[in-house]
């Protein structure tokens, strides 16, 4: 039987890491993030791949560093014949890529070689692109850019954030992993180099990433703000708060306001003026030191006082 040890943290590996059990495959061990603290209480929490482990009766690993730590020595020790990650979070150390004589391979959220590294799907909800999908792919010492094993593309429709995409590429890359695997142990399987000239990188996203310019045009901060729901949440500031934008739409009032007037106010929302004479209509909001509420709400309460004129920064 083959052995593997299946490397994840979030709730995009745990369905993958499920798949493989259920399919009979020997899962020696599974090798998680460390616990973290979490919420405003900062509750000690596990991630969601160590939860779905220990739901399955799984052993758990969970270094804080795995390069030169002893966790890594015990998982050089298990012998796997296939290391599966799929959203790890640290990069795997040489000794480690090179130990199993299936290899490494990883699950990667994007149509490789695009988007390469740890925000694949923010960054192309953030970029408007109208696809995606999963790459399967052996691990290399440079980051994502390992030989494509096999692909799947699906659309990014125009209602979907990042949260939404999670969801469904994790559907497709637990099924895309289970057609694959079986030609990745028989040794029957492709192995397409990464043409280089095509690369583009996904990078983990910055504080700065997440400051809406109201100068952009509207359809860029539309797609800031579902690229960046539900986490970590595109801002703006007003009054000199931060006031973090969790749901909003393209407007349909043109104006020659400045970019960042509020021009409208409706029961259920508001409108911001853009950089192309366009609007941002915010429809679900949380001002400073306040929880996630709906435009309608803010209107009634905190921001009763809004009026045609104000501004947003």
């Not at 603290?37 to 000690?44: D, E, F, Q, T």
């Not at 799984?58 to 002893?70: A, C, D, F, H, N």
């Not at 590429?169 to 040794?187: F, N």
């Not at 949380?286 to 947003?312: H, N, V, Y």
Request: overall charge negative; aromatic content about 6%; some cysteine.
């Amino acid at each position: 039987m083959t052995k593997i040890v299946f490397m994840g943290t979030p709730a995009f590996s745990a369905p993958i890491l499920r798949m493989l059990h259920e399919e009979g495959y020997d899962i020696a061990a599974v090798v998680t993030q460390p616990d973290r603290p979490v919420g405003r209480k900062k509750v000690l929490t596990p991630p969601p791949v160590k939860e779905e482990a220990l739901r399955l009766g799984l052993p758990v690993i969970q270094p804080e560093k795995l390069r030169g730590s002893q966790e890594l020595e015990e998982i050089l020790a298990l012998n796997a014949d296939i290391v599966v990650t799929a959203a790890f979070g640290q990069i795997l150390p040489k000794e480690l890529l090179e130990a199993p004589r299936l290899g490494c391979i990883n699950v990667h959220a994007s149509l490789l070689p695009a988007y390469r590294g740890g925000a694949p799907i923010h960054q192309a909800i953030i970029d408007g692109q109208a696809t995606t999908g999963v790459t399967i792919m052996y691990m290399a010492e440079k980051l994502d850019a390992g030989d494509i094993i096999s692909q799947r593309e699906i659309a990014i429709e125009d209602t979907d954030n990042t949260g939404t995409m999670f969801d469904k590429l994790s559907a497709v890359g637990r099924e895309l992993l289970k057609e694959t695997m079986p030609s990745i142990i028989d040794g029957t399987n492709a192995r397409i180099p990464q043409d280089e000239s095509l690369v583009t990188f996904a990078r983990n996203i910055s504080r700065e990433q997440e400051l809406i310019d109201w100068n952009s045009e509207a359809r860029a901060l539309y797609n800031q703000v579902r690229g960046l729901h539900p986490w970590p949440v595109a801002y703006t500031t007003f009054e000199g708060a931060n006031f973090k934008v969790w749901a909003a739409k393209v407007g349909e009032t043109a104006t020659n306001a400045a970019p960042g007037e509020v021009v409208k106010i409706e029961k259920d929302h508001f409108e911001v003026a853009t950089g192309d004479g366009s609007t941002l209509a915010l429809y679900d909001v949380q001002p400073a030191g306040k929880k996630r509420m709906t435009a309608e709400e803010f209107l009634r309460g905190t921001g009763s006082k809004l009026q045609i004129g104000d501004r947003f920064e």
